[in-house]
């Protein structure tokens, strides 16, 4: 039987906890194997590339890595939640 989330693709999230929290974005996608949801903008990594025909120099191409979907809340319920009152005042 699948698992099942409390999030899916295209739904906006804002991560709740870790290093990464206070951030939002779109979910790309999910892992299920691995619990973890690829959020635009959110985790980046650098990936080193190298020399190929698309890139004859290399590089070192920035893309998004993987936040575990604990960490993770809807953007809807976030802003209901007293969560987004109590947030502010942490950033300090």
Do not use: C, W
């Not at 996608?29 to 120099?57: C, D, F, T, W, Y």
């Not at 936040?67 to 300090?92: E, F, G, I, T």
């Amino acid at each position: 039987m699948a698992q099942k989330f409390h999030i899916k693709k295209n739904d906006q999230v804002v991560v709740i906890a870790g290093s990464q929290k206070g951030k939002q974005g779109k979910v790309l996608e999910i892992r299920a194997s691995q619990n973890r949801a690829v959020v635009e903008g959110v985790a980046m990594i650098k990936r080193h590339l190298k020399k190929s025909q698309e890139n004859p120099q290399g590089k070192i191409a920035e893309r998004e890595g993987t936040v575990h979907v604990s960490n993770l809340m809807l953007q809807s319920r976030y802003d209901a939640s007293k969560r987004k009152k109590a947030a502010p005042a942490a950033k300090a």
